[in-house]
C-alpha cells in the first residue's frame, strides 16, 4: 500500500507564490508517474501536472508556465512551484501516485489566493 504525504499548501495573496511537497512511502512501491490534481470550490478534479519515473513531464496547457513539477525518483517526491498565483488556482490540491496496482492519492491540500 502506498501512503502519500503533502505539505505546503496555504495562504497567499494574488502574484505570490507557494511550493508544493508530495511524499510517497510504502513496502514493495515500484511508482511509475506521480503528480497534480486540484479541485476547485464546486468543480471537478483536474490535472496540474505529472512526472513520470524518467524525468518526462506533463502540464495543463493552461497552467504550464506559472506552475512547475520537479521530483526525485529515488525518493518518490514531488513538488510543485506554483508561481504568480491567481485567485482562480484557490483549489484543494492532491498528490497522486501510479504504480501497477492503479492510482494512489494524498488527502489534499488546501491552497487560497486571496488578499
Known amino acids: 500500500q502506498v501512503q502519500l504525504v503533502e505539505s505546503g499548501g496555504g495562504l497567499v495573496q494574488p502574484g505570490g507564490s507557494l511550493r508544493l511537497s508530495c511524499a510517497a512511502s510504502?513496502?514493495?512501491?515500484?511508482?511509475?508517474?506521480m503528480g497534480w490534481y486540484r479541485q476547485p470550490p464546486g468543480q471537478q478534479r483536474e490535472l496540474v501536472a505529472s512526472?513520470?519515473?524518467?524525468?518526462?513531464?506533463n502540464y495543463t496547457p493552461s497552467l504550464k508556465g506559472r506552475f512547475t513539477i520537479s521530483g526525485d525518483a529515488a525518493k518518490n517526491t514531488v513538488w510543485l512551484q506554483m508561481n504568480n498565483l491567481e485567485p482562480d488556482d484557490t483549489a484543494v490540491y492532491y498528490c497522486y501516485a501510479q504504480d501497477l496496482y492503479g492510482i494512489h492519492w494524498g488527502q489534499g491540500t488546501q491552497v487560497t489566493v486571496a488578499s
Open positions: 510504502g513496502r514493495g512501491i515500484g511508482i511509475d508517474t
Open positions: 512526472m513520470s519515473g524518467d524525468g518526462r513531464t
